[in-house]
Structures are given as structure tokens and as C-alpha cells.
């Protein structure tokens, strides 16, 4: 984190000098952790619009409230705790609140409404201010790995001298391993859970009331909490990642076992983006790890890049590409409304193993790591032509790791290439082989991730050519889909392929 204590007290004393008396610290979603909490009185607002707009994962509301409450009780005598059917509602008539910039659009609308004071947003390795002056030095393209490079020089991490420990600053190569042969799992311990408490249970028999009363609308299970809400948990989950699962990070990155959902993945998008780890101290946990000799570089790069890199790239270009990013880009004419299995996270009638398997772990975890998100799930929408729009709500609604800042750059750049190659230089869209290379689906499904025309043939396979078929005249220009689209020419049965696919009523 870039924004010190002492940084926000001197834009304090520079706007509005000696004020009279303490302002009180209003916390909002995503701020529940000590680098959003300067040790003055606190306000932490509990608006049911926050749970009720969208139907969502039971889990995720169970997380996020279970932050709020377990802040609340952390602070004890300092916070004051409102429960309030809105923000505006908690927020009317009251003077002398100050609030850290809230991360989305919609919060920081209505603190400015409602008079608060605000201070320079915190929560990322790099400010605001710092991607702003980035951007000024740019010429061309906002390429992450520039971003990633750049931060990588300026914070001195992985550093040897003026070079990159390593010589290169992107291991990605060796980040792609697929899983070991034969293997079921990857033989690591089961990674620590957090033991649910009297706040969790209280959590509980709330969301059971709203739910029972209409007040809110769930999909998915809450079955027990898996993820770190609190800043001891958090500590006690990296410290489990770090010592069980980082030596395994770097090469199976990408790789997925259907008997293996957690593979070796950190599992700290939920406290990072709750607010109650900071990515600077997770950062420098891992690579710590490197310079003891630990763990590999290609893990502890590897995930440096996801945070300094990723992380902090798609919570800056949430607000550099404007309000209407999210809604206004369908560069490739993706009209499909969401079908209803889908939404209700119903894999009953879901034959193809990969989707069946993965949109099952997202009804009961509410979390898949970044490759079943990106190619079986984002590349099932792009193949299937879903709304670009409604597959960034649903995401933001189903994953607890959701927000409002992380997805527009992850669904409508990454995945579906809907803004035409702002974010990435080509769409994720791959055919069975990338699954069946990637994982052990393909061995339990009765398509074949060969065969592309057929009862038995594979949906993405033959989902892949009538995409390419569809969105050529859009992609015929970009380079780095010649061969792809080369390949389309050759396709005897392209037609046949592509009616098929229209027809097909289901995976
Ligand atoms: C379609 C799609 C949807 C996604 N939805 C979310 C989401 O709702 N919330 C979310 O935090 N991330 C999201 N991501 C990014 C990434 O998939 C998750 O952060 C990651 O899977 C979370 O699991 P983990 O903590 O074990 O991550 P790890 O694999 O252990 O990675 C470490 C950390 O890197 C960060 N990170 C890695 N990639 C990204 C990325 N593309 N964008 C932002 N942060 C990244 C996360 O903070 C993550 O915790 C999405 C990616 C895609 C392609
Ligand atoms: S054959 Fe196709 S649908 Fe079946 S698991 Fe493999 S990629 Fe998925």
C-alpha cells in the first residue's frame, strides 16, 4: 500500500486544517482490515440494499457480512454498528464523517452525496495517483505486463540491480504445466478453514430470516465458511498457502482436477478484497519465501504477478475506462440472455463433465480458480454468444470474491473480448484439446473433446469453430488470430458444425 498513515494525516492538515474534533471513519464494503482503520471512532453501516438488489451467492453474503460484524466486534467501544435499509439512510443527518475512497462507483457516489469527507483510496499495492501518472508517460497500448514491469521497478520486488532476478520478468512459460499424469489430486494437505463462530451463527440465522421472510433472493450453498473474514484468519490462511501450497503455485497454475478444487491456488481474493489483508504484506510474505530459497522463482513470480500485476491493473482500469465500460462494449454482437440452469448454478441436466463440474463448484463454494472461470466458464459464454453486460453482474453476484471494480477488465476485456482488444490482444475462446490437455474432465464425459460434428461431439470443440465462424468478419483483422481463423477455411463441415451448434439446446 502506497497511501501511509502518515500520507493521509498530511492530505488532512492540507485540506481542512486542526479540525475541531475527530471525524469518524465510516467503513464500507471491502474496508474491514487495520489499513482502512486508523484507530479513531468508527462508523460501520450494515445497509440490507446491499443484499437484496440481485439475487446472490449465499456464501458471498454470508462472508461479506460476516467481515462487517466481526469488525465491528474487533473495534469494540470505537464502533458505532447501524443497520439501515440504505447507505443514504445510515448516512442522513449526520456531520463530521470522513470515509477512505470507497471502491466502487456507486459508494463513492453516495458518500460525496452525503457529505463526507474523503480521503485517497487504499486497499492495492499501487495508488491511484500512481496509475494515473503511469498512463501519462504511455504511448500506445495499457499493456499489463508493462504495468506489471513498471511496478516491479519502482517497488524493487524481484529485483537483481537493474534486471529482473531471473533475467526475464514473466516466468508465464512455466506457469502452464498440466496436471501430473494420473493424478487425482495434487497431493497437498487440505488447505486450513477458518472455524465458524457465535458471529457466524448469528450471520446464519439472519440470512435464514431474510431469506425466509423474501426480503433477499440466494443461489448456491452456505454450508460452512471457507474463506478468511477477519485479519488473524487471513494471516492463518496465508501462512497455510505460503507453507503447503506455493512450491506448487508456479507450475499448476493453470492446471484442473475434478478431484482437486483448490489445486494449488491462494485462496485470498476474499480477504484481499474484503479489506482485511493487505496485498503489499502478502507480497512481501511470498517473496520472502524466494530470497530464503524456499520457494521457486516461477511460483513466487507467478503470483507476485497475479497481485502487483492483475490485481492492481484491473482495480485501475475500473476507473480509467470509465462508467460505461461494462454496458456499452459488445464488440462481437453477443445477444444470448443467460439461460435459467445457468443462473441458478443447476447442473441437473449439465452432461459435459467440465461445465457440470465447474459451475457445481460454484453453486457450492461459490469460488473455482482463475482457469475454470476464464476457459470453461468464460469460454462456454463467448462460444454461446452470452450478453456481455449480464455474464459481469452474474459473476460479480455468484463468486465471493466478486466486486464491482474486479470484473468489468476480467468479463468484458479478458473473457469475452467484448471491448474489442482494449484489455487483451485476442478472445480466450479454445475447443475441447485446451481442456483435456489441462485437465482430467475429458476421460468422464461422454464428449469427445476430439469430435466436433455428432451425438457424441465435444460442445466446446464444435463450440469453438461456430464461434470463429461467427466472429470472423470482427477478428479478421487482428494478427494473432490468422491461424485460428486460417483453420476455419479448411473445415469441410463448417456448416454442418455450425447448425449443429445452433440447435444444440444444452451442454
Ligand atoms: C472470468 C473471471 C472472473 C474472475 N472473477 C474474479 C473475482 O470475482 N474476484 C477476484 O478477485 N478475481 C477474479 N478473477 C481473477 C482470478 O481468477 C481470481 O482472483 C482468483 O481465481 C482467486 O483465487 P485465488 O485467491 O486462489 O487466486 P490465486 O490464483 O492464488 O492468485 C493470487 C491472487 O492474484 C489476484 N489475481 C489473479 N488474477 C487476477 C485477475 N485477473 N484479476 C484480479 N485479481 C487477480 C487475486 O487477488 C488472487 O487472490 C476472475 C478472473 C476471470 C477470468
Ligand atoms: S469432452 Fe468437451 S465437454 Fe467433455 S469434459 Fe472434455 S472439453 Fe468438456
Wanted: glycine fraction near 10%; aromatic fraction near 10%.
Amino acid at each position: 500500500m502506497t497511501v501511509a498513515a502518515g500520507s493521509v494525516r498530511d492530505v488532512l492538515d492540507a485540506t481542512d486544517a486542526a479540525p475541531p474534533v475527530p471525524r469518524v471513519r465510516l467503513l464500507l464494503p471491502g474496508q474491514y482490515g487495520p489499513a482502512f482503520d486508523d484507530g479513531g471512532p468508527l462508523l460501520v453501516v450494515e445497509a440490507e440494499e446491499w443484499f437484496t438488489e440481485r439475487p446472490f451467492h449465499r456464501a458471498k453474503a454470508h462472508l461479506w457480512l460476516s467481515a462487517l460484524r466481526h469488525a465491528v466486534q474487533a473495534a469494540g467501544d470505537r464502533a458505532e454498528h447501524v443497520r439501515a435499509a440504505t447507505l443514504a439512510e445510515a448516512l442522513a443527518g449526520r456531520t463530521g464523517l470522513e470515509v477512505l475512497d470507497p471502491p466502487s462507483r456507486r459508494l463513492r457516489q453516495q458518500v460525496r452525496e452525503a457529505g463526507v469527507h474523503v480521503l485517497p483510496s487504499r486497499g492495492f499495492v499501487t495508488s491511484e495517483a500512481d496509475f494515473a501518472g503511469w498512463v501519462e508517460q504511455r504511448r500506445g497500448r495499457l499493456l499489463m505486463g508493462d504495468w506489471y514491469e513498471w511496478v516491479r521497478r519502482r517497488e524493487g520486488l524481484l529485483m537483481d540491480g537493474p534486471g529482473p532476478v531471473g533475467g526475464h520478468f514473466s516466468t508465464d512459460e512455466s506457469n502452464r504445466e498440466p496436471p501430473p499424469k494420473g493424478a487425482v489430486t495434487l497431493g497437498l494437505p487440505d488447505p486450513w478453514w477458518p472455524e465458524p463462530d457465535d458471529v457466524d451463527a448469528e450471520v446464519r440465522a439472519d440470512l435464514d430470516a431474510w431469506e425466509a421472510e423474501g426480503r433477499v433472493r440466494f443461489v448456491g450453498a452456505d454450508d460452512r465458511r471457507r474463506f478468511a473474514v477477519t485479519p488473524a484468519e487471513a494471516e492463518r490462511a496465508l501462512d497455510d498457502f505460503v507453507e503447503s501450497r506455493l512450491g506448487d503455485f508456479g507450475p499448476y497454475e493453470d492446471a484442473m482436477l475434478a478431484g482437486d478444487w483448490t489445486m494449488a491456488h491462494s485462496m485470498l481474493s476474499v480477504p484481499m478484497n474484503l479489506g482485511v489483508l493487505d496485498p503489499r504484506h502478502v507480497v512481501d510474505r511470498v517473496v520472502r519465501e524466494f530470497t530464503t530459497g524456499a520457494a521457486p522463482l516461477q511460483s513466487v513470480e507467478g503470483f507476485v504477478r497475479q497481485v502487483v500485476g492483475w490485481r492492481d491493473y484491473v482495480w485501475h482500469l475500473y476507473w480509467h475506462l470509465g462508467p460505461t465500460y461494462a454496458t456499452d462494449h459488445d464488440a462481437l454482437g453477443a445477444t444470448t440472455p443467460l439461460p435459467a440452469w445457468w443462473r441458478r448454478l443447476d447442473v441437473t441436466d449439465v452432461r459435459a463433465a467440465c461445465l457440470g463440474d465447474v459451475l457445481g463448484q460454484v453453486h457450492d463454494h461459490g469460488w473455482v480458480h482463475h482457469i475454470p472461470r476464464l476457459m470453461v466458464l468464460g469460454n462456454w459464454a463467448l462460444q454461446r454468444g452470452y450478453r456481455p453486460a449480464d455474464l459481469t453482474e452474474w459473476f460479480t453476484d455468484v463468486f465471493v470474491d466478486g466486486t464491482d471494480w474486479v470484473m468489468p477488465a476480467n468479463i468484458v476485456g479478458m473473457s469475452q473480448h467484448a471491448d474489442g482488444g482494449i484489455v487483451a490482444t485476442k478472445p480466450y475462446a479454445s475447443g475441447g484439446r485446451y481442456i483435456d490437455t489441462m485437465s482430467d474432465y475429458c476421460a468422464r464425459c461422454p464428449f469427445d473433446p476430439k469430435k466436433r460434428l455428432g451425438d457424441d461431439a465435444c460442445p466446446y470443440t464444435a463450440g469453438y469453430w461456430a464461434f470463429l465462424a461467427r466472429a470472423e468478419p470482427v477478428l479478421r483483422h487482428n494478427p494473432r488470430m490468422r491461424n485460428a481463423l486460417g483453420g476455419l477455411g479448411r473445415l469441410a463441415d463448417l456448416d454442418d458444425v455450425v447448425q449443429q451448434e445452433r440447435e444444440r439446446t444444452g451442454p
